[in-house]
């Protein structure tokens, strides 16, 4: 249902079970409001269900309905050899394990940060490395030819899992917001940073992920808090010679190497399954026959 106040009417469009829509108009202070004859619903995603097996306790939202896609739409097929949610997780965040390859790759065949840090790659830096979209990240960056990994957390408890995860060479503690601190800790575990990735979901990290970063690198936003306004008046504000870059969570393939990089690393999909095992409902395992059944659930899988 949607509501709006035209003037001195109020309008509600209200879906009914067989998904038409309703104009409900009421002028203000009427006491019976008149409905206008029904129209198909012009939007291309419809819930059947009223979301009834759905608490609103996770971010996988279970639902019956039907979408339209169009001729640019993405869309994946689920692997009938992971779980639902498990795959949901990881195509929920995509397009920052693609991307972070590519910038990488580009970065070792450009020979930047051969011998700076103690690897023969460049060094990466993760805001944010123990998150969905962060530890795949650090397997992609590696797959890329990463020499050096430094993993930024917010506490040692995100520490301690990052590092059992082996996501990094150097896992530090540093709060994202604090330009000068987190980009202290980056350099005192081998920066700066050929390439930074930022996977916080919290404003306020642009300062530290440019101060981290070394002259002619690039710094991957990926969070939507990003201002680009701090971004880039603040990489100017310091005279930072870096490449900004927004992740749109698109990039060709991205789907198919996020999947192969969850079942390549171990360790970094016990780390999503400990995530998803967090989240109330019961869990469900592929069927070796007839694939994974999707079933109303109630565990999600953490945000980046």
Not at 78 to 97: F, K, T
């Amino acid at each position: 249902m949607a509501g709006v106040h035209h003037g001195r009417e109020r309008l509600l469009y209200v879906a009914d079970s067989t998904n038409r829509i309703w104009q409900v108009s009421a002028p203000d202070g009427a006491q019976q409001a008149q409905f206008t004859a029904p129209k198909p619903n012009p939007y291309p995603l419809a819930v059947t269900d009223g979301l009834a097996g759905w608490d609103g306790r996770s971010e996988q939202v279970p639902c019956a309905g039907h979408a339209i896609l169009f001729g640019r739409s993405i869309a994946a097929v689920l692997p009938g050899d992971l779980p639902v949610p498990l795959s949901l997780a990881v195509l929920d965040v995509c397009g920052a394990p693609a991307l972070t390859h590519r910038v990488v790759t580009a970065a070792a065949l450009d020979g930047r940060g051969a011998g700076n840090g103690g690897g023969t790659g460049p060094v990466v830096a993760i805001l944010g490395v123990a998150g969905k979209s962060g530890s795949l990240s650090a397997a992609a960056a590696r797959r890329g030819g990463a020499g050096t990994i430094i993993g930024v957390v917010p506490h040692e408890q995100e520490a301690v899992a990052a590092r059992n995860a082996r996501l990094a060479d150097h896992v530090v503690v540093a709060d994202a917001r604090d330009p000068v601190a987190v980009s202290a800790a980056i350099r005192g575990a081998g920066g700066p940073a050929d390439v930074t990735v930022v996977c916080v979901d919290v404003p306020g990290c642009e300062g530290g992920a440019i101060l981290s970063t070394a002259e002619g690198g690039t710094v991957i936003f990926f969070s939507m808090a990003t201002s680009f306004t701090a971004a880039a008046l603040g990489a100017e504000g310091v005279a930072a010679d870096v490449t900004m870059l927004v992740g749109n969570g698109y990039v060709p393939g991205h789907a198919q190497l996020a999947l192969d990089l969850i079942r390549a690393e171990p360790r970094v999909r016990a780390l999503f399954d400990s995530r998803i095992d967090e989240q109330p409902g019961p869990k469900q395992e592929p069927d070796e026959q007839s694939g994974p059944k999707q079933e109303p659930r109630e565990d999600g899988d953490g945000r980046r």
